[in-house]
């Protein structure tokens, strides 16, 4: 079985490795709360300090008038063999400090640093740790003391606020209360007690100190307090005898403090059939021994947390992705998986699994109909136009049975105007993909961690995008010019079979420029060009899905893997430079995967064999 000293050495080296790392939880409980701690809760001068002095054995608290702890102090103490004392702030972890008076001034200094030289208070942590052959292995919280009035150059709410920032640790069910009473007021009055037995009605997490015994009145003792019988607890009541000020001034060390309190004790008519169990040196085995049997307790649900936390820290690193290998394969590797995830997304929102496919058929669908159904064709076939058009294509010899090059010239100038409608199309198409690439990058989960990738993938999708555009606007301008290169032949002898309405038996040259004449070349010129535009509604739509979705769906990166193939290690790994915020994440998240593997196996090797 492991020794009590091991046990807590360990949870003590956790909680600090937590408190490096700034494992304090977030949602749900963290390890660091999940671990048994000590709060030192008392009123003002009820002799915290010294009680905390005495237990470590140093003198290194700032001391003073009013209220003196205006930060939480985090105080880990780490028992050693054979070694110099020394200390450790956690905000200047490469300094070891090894003279306590300048413990005591950093304490102030840094508790100046957050509050400024006031008498504000801060619930930012001080984390102090002392290794010392002098101490048990103990974590202890000292908390601000608990006041009843604001005094000058404080909050009115300064009162409730030391209150609860006291109870934000005290509340927590894996804490101990150490709470701290004068011997020289009356117990019924102790903030501490009175706080205690708020948070812990049972008691089973309160241990109570009742201090300054030595400057009660004369006549008077402490024994119905400290045997239980003013105010009873789980655990027994223990007695401190602090240093007076008078051995303060003379620097009388701790060491002999600590003999001169046992002296005390063993001396007193009182007291003395207690003395065993009584004093600092008592007081910190008896807390440090309950604190093994709290840990061994609950090692159950701490394993069961720190396996809860491991899943949920791998399922996080799973979803931010993994390191990637150094070298050039590896890269390679996670370059073409993160364009293939990416190119799957893009597919499905072509396909339907997404939306956004939708909006191209709209356009052949929609826009295209409506774009034709704009064409200014009633004028330019007007009757007007048409007599212009043919006078100008006869020239000086009058067409001899029907104007076959003034047809051709309508012909030609109807068709030129599909060719805005059949680019706009192309354009349209274009926009949508165009977007659709952008929202597929976003949505692709696997490239938020490669800004530099994905501005990569993004920009050799869109010049594979723009090269499938000018295909496509070649293609169906071509559409359109074939149309005008070669006529219908057969749609236009069956105009010559019908006979005409009205005709003048006079000749052509009579009837040339008639009304009923030019009717009917605009008439027949109209007909063939709805035969055109039903055509083109059908052609091309089928072109610009060949050149361009299709295309997009097939080829749209695989320039971009060749090109990628082609490149170098250093290159690969520019384009797989991730965002600085992710990386720092993913480091953070390793780091505390790590601490709580380590602490489970550690815990699990430290209590049970």
Request: proline fraction near 4%.
């Amino acid at each position: 079985m492991a020794t009590m000293e091991s046990l807590i050495g360990l949870v003590n080296k956790i909680q600090r490795a937590c408190t490096v790392l700034g494992d304090h939880g977030g949602e749900g409980m963290s390890l660091w709360e999940a671990l048994p701690t000590v709060a030192v809760v008392g009123g003002q001068s009820s002799g915290k300090s010294s009680v905390l002095e005495s237990v470590v054995g140093r003198d290194f608290l700032p001391r003073g008038s009013g209220i003196v702890t205006r930060r939480p102090l985090v105080l880990q103490l780490h028992k050693i063999e054979g070694q110099s004392e020394y200390a450790e702030f956690l905000h200047a972890s490469k300094k070891r400090f090894t003279d306590f008076e300048a413990v005591r001034k950093e304490i102030a200094d840094e508790t100046d640093r957050i509050t400024g030289k006031t008498k504000q208070i801060s619930n930012v942590p001080i984390h102090l740790s002392i290794y010392s052959p002098n101490v048990v292995n103990l974590t202890l919280i000292d908390l601000p003391g608990l006041t009843k009035v604001a005094i000058e150059g404080q909050q009115e709410s300064i009162v409730e606020d030391i209150e609860m920032m006291v109870r934000s640790y005290v509340e927590k069910p894996n804490c101990i209360i150490l709470a701290i009473s004068p011997a020289n007021q009356d117990i019924a009055t102790s903030d501490a007690i009175k706080l205690a037995r708020e948070v812990d009605p049972t008691g089973e997490r309160t241990f109570a100190v009742l201090t300054k015994l030595d400057i009660m009145d004369k006549g008077t003792n402490a024994l119905d307090v400290l045997e239980g019988r003013a105010y009873k607890l789980q655990h027994p009541w223990v007695g401190i005898v602090n240093r007076s000020q008078a051995d303060i001034n003379k620097q009388v060390n701790m060491m002999s403090a600590r003999q001169k309190e046992q002296e005390y004790f063993e001396s007193s008519p009182e007291y003395g059939h207690l003395a065993h169990k009584m004093g600092s040196e008592y007081l910190a085995k008896l807390l440090s021994q309950h604190l093994e049997v709290v840990i061994r307790q609950r090692i159950p649900s701490i394993i069961a947390l720190i396996n809860k936390t491991i899943d949920e820290l791998n399922a996080e690193l799973d979803r931010i992705g993994r390191p990637i290998g150094v070298d050039g394969g590896a890269q390679l590797y996670t370059i073409l998986e993160m364009c293939r995830a990416f190119d799957r997304i893009f597919r499905e929102h072509l396909d339907g699994g997404r939306p956004g496919g939708s909006r191209i058929y709209g356009v052949f669908d929609h826009q295209l109909p409506a774009a034709l159904k704009k064409l200014p064709l009633d004028r330019h076939l007007s009757q007007n136009n048409v007599r212009k058009v043919i006078s100008e294509a006869d020239g000086y010899q009058p067409h001899l049975i029907a104007p076959e090059q003034g047809y051709r010239r309508l012909i030609d100038g109807s068709l030129g105007y599909f060719k805005g409608p059949a680019e706009a199309s192309v354009d349209a198409v274009h926009f949508i993909l165009k977007e659709l690439v952008r929202k597929s990058i976003v949505e692709t989960e696997e490239l938020k961690r490669f800004p530099s990738l994905q501005s990569d993938i993004a920009a050799a999708a869109n010049d594979a995008l723009e090269r499938f555009r000018d295909e496509s606007r070649r293609t169906v301008l071509r559409l359109v010019e074939m149309e005008s290169s070669y006529l219908t032949v057969e749609f236009f002898r069956k105009l010559q079979m019908e006979p005409e309405k009205n005709a003048n038996p006079t000749g052509p040259n009579a009837d040339r420029y008639t009304d009923n004449h030019l009717k009917r070349i605009g008439s027949n010129v109209t007909a063939y060009i709805n035969m055109i535009c039903d055509s083109l509604k059908n052609t091309i739509p089928k072109a610009v899905v060949y050149c361009q979705v299709l295309e997009a769906k097939r080829s749209l990166l695989n320039r971009f893997y060749a090109q990628v193939g082609m490149k170098e290690k250093e290159q690969l790994g520019k384009m797989l430079d991730e965002d600085p915020s992710l990386m720092a994440k993913r480091e953070s998240i390793a780091k505390r995967l790590d601490l709580y593997k380590s602490a489970r196996d550690e815990i699990d090797s430290v209590a049970w064999k």
